[in-house]
Nanobody, 125 residues
Framework: QVQLVESGGGSVQAGGSLRLSCAAS????????LGWFRQAPGKEREGVAR???????RYADSVKDRFTISYDYAKSILSLQMNSLKPEDTAMYYC???????????????????WGQGTQVTVSS
């Protein structure tokens, strides 16, 4: 099974930026559904952004116009550029994938069958 490894988390002040990356460990398919999720302490995991091979991109309302998801197909690296960070963005961030599927349809976690270990993002006020 393809493993996903996140990097790029850290601590930043409100208004700052971070870029998360998620690298796949092996060959990946030309059809894909990829996403970023986050989970804050005491809260449920929520979808942040997703992208699929039909070139459909969706964002959670809370991050729209601040976050940008992208996928470098040649390098099999999924990225999340996070700008204008807020304290409420503090969470563990996870990348997720479903290789062989060209539509995500929703942020339902059942649409994804591979998950990374997570990278912590902390935004201070």
């Amino acid at each position: 099974q393809v493993q996903l490894v996140e990097s790029g988390g850290g601590s930043v002040q409100a208004g700052g930026s971070l870029r998360l990356s998620c690298a796949a460990s092996a060959y990946t398919a030309s059809r894909y559904c990829l996403g970023w999720f986050r989970q804050a302490p005491g809260k449920e995991r929520e979808g942040v952004a997703r992208i699929d091979s039909s070139v459909m991109i969706r964002y959670a309302d809370s991050v729209k116009d601040r976050f940008t998801i992208s996928y470098d197909y040649a390098k099999s690296i999924l990225s999340l550029q996070m700008n204008s960070l807020k304290p409420e963005d503090t969470a563990m961030y996870y990348c997720a994938a479903n290789w062989g599927r060209d539509h995500c349809y929703s942020f339902d976690s059942e649409n994804f069958n591979s998950w990374g270990q997570g990278t912590q993002v902390t935004v201070s006020s």
